[in-house]
Every structure is written in C-alpha cells, then in structure tokens.
C-alpha cells in the first residue's frame, strides 16, 4: 500500500538545490564508467597532515572516546581562544567559544538561537549555498543583496544601509568567500562596520572558515578585529576543515557573547551533543602545532588558481576573476547565453551550460544560481593538477562546438 509521510511545513520553506540534477547525472555517468572530472567539490584534495591524523589516532588509543562536554573540551577551548589571540588579535574567554560538528553546525546553532519569526537576516549573493536555507528553517526571512562582479562580489556600506530595516536581527559575512574567493580589504570593513554601529540591533556572523587560504599578499581581517565596537555582537566563526584539510573530522567553533553561546550549547545538547571525542582531540593539534603544510598547500593552490584562470579567460563566452582567497573561481558565462549546442539546444541558463559542460566536456561545476547569482558556474580549483588542466582543456574544446549565432528558420534571401 502506497502511503504518504506528512512532512512539516517548514520543510516547504526550502528549495531543492539546482546542484542536485547536476550531481545526480554526474553520478550516473560515472557508474557509466566515463571519465568526469568533477570541479564542484567544496574540499581541498590534500590529506589531513600527519601529525594531526596521528592526534587523532592517539586519541582512541588513550581511550578519548567518550562524551565530552557538549560544546567542546576545556582544551580544545583553550586552543580556540589561543589561535584567536595569535592570528587575529581578539581577546576571548573559553566561555565564549562554542565548538560544533563543522563549522556548518555552529553557523545554524547561532541562527536557530538568535532568530525569530520574521526577522530578516541580510545575506550578500553571491552566497554560500546553505544560508538562506538555513535562515528559513528558523523561519526568519532572507534579505539577498546582489554583489555582482563589478563591485568584486563585495558588499558596500551603501547597499548594507539600504537593506537595514527595524526587522533586521542579524547580517552574515563570508571572507573569502565561497563561492567567488572575494576577500575583504580592512578599510571596507570598516566602512561596513560604520554602518553596523548607526543599527544597534544588527548581530553579525562573521564566517572565516576559509581564513588561511589567502593569496598574492592580500591580509585577512575580521570584522570583531578591525571594528571593535562590534566585538559584543558579532559571532567570529571558523573551523579546521578547509584550511587544515579537516573536512571529514567535522570539527568547526563559534567565538561571541556569553549569553548566544550558553544558547547554542542548550541546542546543540538536545541535538547532536558533542562533536567526535576525537576530531576534537585532532583539532587541539591542529591548532596548537606549528602550520608548516600550509606554505606548501597555498603554492600548490595558488599555482592551479593562476593556470585554471588563464585557462577559462582564454574561452571565447567565459570570464573570471582572479580571487584572493578560497580555491573557487566564480565563473560568467554570460557569454555563452543564446549559443547553441551541436544537438541544438540553446544555452538559456548558467544550468543549461552546467548540463552541457558535463554531458559534452565530462567536466561537472556547480551553476551560479545555487550561490544566488546567475548566470554563473563555479570551479573549485582544489583538484589534482593534471586534472584541472586536463578539465579546462576539456571545457574549452566543448565550447568551441557552440554556435554564435541563434539559428533561425527564415530562408536566407537572395
Ligand atoms: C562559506 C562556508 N562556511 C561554512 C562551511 C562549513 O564548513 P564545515 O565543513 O566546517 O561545516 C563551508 C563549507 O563548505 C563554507 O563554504
């Protein structure tokens, strides 16, 4: 007998993703057996280094494997707030540090304990693809402002003004950014948080998740650090996944006021808990040794992100810039809207090129819709070398089979 399930309401508030089809098809490929080369993976391609791995395993040999306390070890902690003084010059306490599986999770815990019915949460796009999802699930309202590529994907404190209303309860701000790389320069902040100190109830999630992967000298700075006026209502989050090559350990921390973190922690202890025993004992190491990979990790990073750029500005239809930050580059194909496929499809939408560069290149990317902007696809360079190379090359001679010009079915006169 066929029955249907009853699903809450609030799961009508939020879409499925564009990305879905996309990866879904890619799969199937695969099971094909054909060759994709997939560019939409939002992970570096390097292993944990060893000596955090090693933590870990020492972990459940010391027999570290049971509950901890719910929002992280009086240790971890205190790496937390050390890592903060170091590279940052913010001044916490181990209760105001809040540690979740992910940064994911503490992003959310934040968002489910500061938001109300209604309240609208001012979101820059292009965004990361879980904000305004997780924004709906409180049953707070999305305020998407577009930063398109003129302004360099940066939100400027004229727009901030303009999308402030009294039901504004909270801001969220990515540098550098995923999905465009975009970093924020210190004096922009502080343009930013001019605008911020006019709206005394405006809290802000700063999302540093992507701090180390910095390139070309540009200095990352956080909006507690350079607006300390701010330091009271903003929650400073980060974690280990992207820049330590963690993303599996599930280990992300929250630094804010006491009162939203004893919150989060009350949620967090009626949901998952702790986050692993061990990835917390992983990420004491992580924090705490000295970040020699990491030199290493950004040449290789910043060598694929020159040579993937050049590759995609020398397509005829598409164009990037070259980001300071993340390992995406955010891709216009813009170009390519109106052009047609050797099977006689019109390239309509940044889908209708995600579909073709997969299903003629191999190659699958992410379209820009999912980030909010279109139309636009996003590459993650975090791929092995020949395979991006190879990828790009692919992508180009894919695009050399499109036509220019729309078909049409008048017959040419004379
Ligand atoms: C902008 C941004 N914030 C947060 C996260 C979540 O990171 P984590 O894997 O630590 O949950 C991601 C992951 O893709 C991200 O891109």
Redo the contacts with the bound molecule.
Sequence with gaps: MLTMTTLARRLSTIAPSATIEISRRAAEMRREGLDIISLSQ??PDFDTPAHIAHAGKRAIDEGQTRYTDVDGTPELKQAIVAKFERDNALHYSTDQISVG???????FNALMALIDPDDEVIIPAPY?V??PDMVRLTGGMPVIVECGEAQHFRLTPEQLEAAITPQTKCLIL?SP???TGTGYHREELIALGEVLKRHPQVFVIS?D??EYLAYDGWAFTTLAAVVPELFERTLT?N????GYAM?GW???FGAGPKDLIRAMAMLQGQMTTNPSAISQAAAVEALNAPKDFLEEHLEILRQRRDMCAAAINAIDGLSCRVPEG?FYLFVSCQGLMGRRTPDGEVLERDVDVARFLLETAHVAVVPGSAFGLAPWFRVSFAAATERLGEACERMAHACQTLTAAPVTDQTPIG
């Design positions: 939002g992970e599986t992910g940064g994911k999770q503490v992003i990361w879980s904000y990515n950014g995923n999905p999302d998740i992507y989050v974690g280990v996944s992207k993303t599930r280990i992300g993340a």
